[in-house]
């Protein structure tokens, strides 16, 4: 008498469908807060305010292997901005616009909801020197 095969049968009948149906799940709500992101950001004015740029952060993120096996390191740059009225956002910005910017620069920022437009650089913003 050899090993029972039978636990082979519950596996592919029970644990595996249930793994398939988690992993799904999983796909449909990332895809789903996804959209609901983009959807809520599209209801959501474009607003030009005035802003000081307080902080700038960086982080190296590893890609997955491609075909040819080897993992890429990306980096994802981002600024802190201050409002007017004391109100801080964080935008992911591209790395060219990330070096040219500089804490404590003034300007015009344009968002909506939380997708970055720009900023745009203005040396006579004196809300932050008021503080």
């Known amino acids: 008498m050899g090993p029972d095969p039978s636990w082979m049968f519950d596996f592919a009948g029970t644990v595996l469908p249930i793994f398939i149906v ?3 799940g999983i796909i449909a709500l990332s895809a789903g807060r996804g959209l609901l992101g983009w ?3 599209n209801r959501m004015p474009v607003l030009t305010v005035p802003a000081c740029i307080v902080a700038k952060r960086s982080e190296i993120r590893q890609k997955p292997p491609d075909e040819s096996s080897i993992s890429r390191a990306v980096m994802i740059y981002y600024l802190t901005f201050e409002l007017e009225d004391g109100d801080r956002v964080e935008f992911k910005v591209n790395g060219s ?3 040219v910017s ?3 620069d003034r300007g015009r920022l344009t968002f909506q909801g939380t997708r970055y437009h720009g900023f745009k650089r203005e040396p006579h913003y004196s ?3 008021e503080r």
């Open 127 to 129: 809300f932050m020197e």
């Open 39 to 41: 959807f809520r950001n």
């Open 22 to 24: 988690v992993m799904a």
């Open 97 to 99: 616009e990330y070096g």
């Open 102 to 104: 500089a804490e404590r």
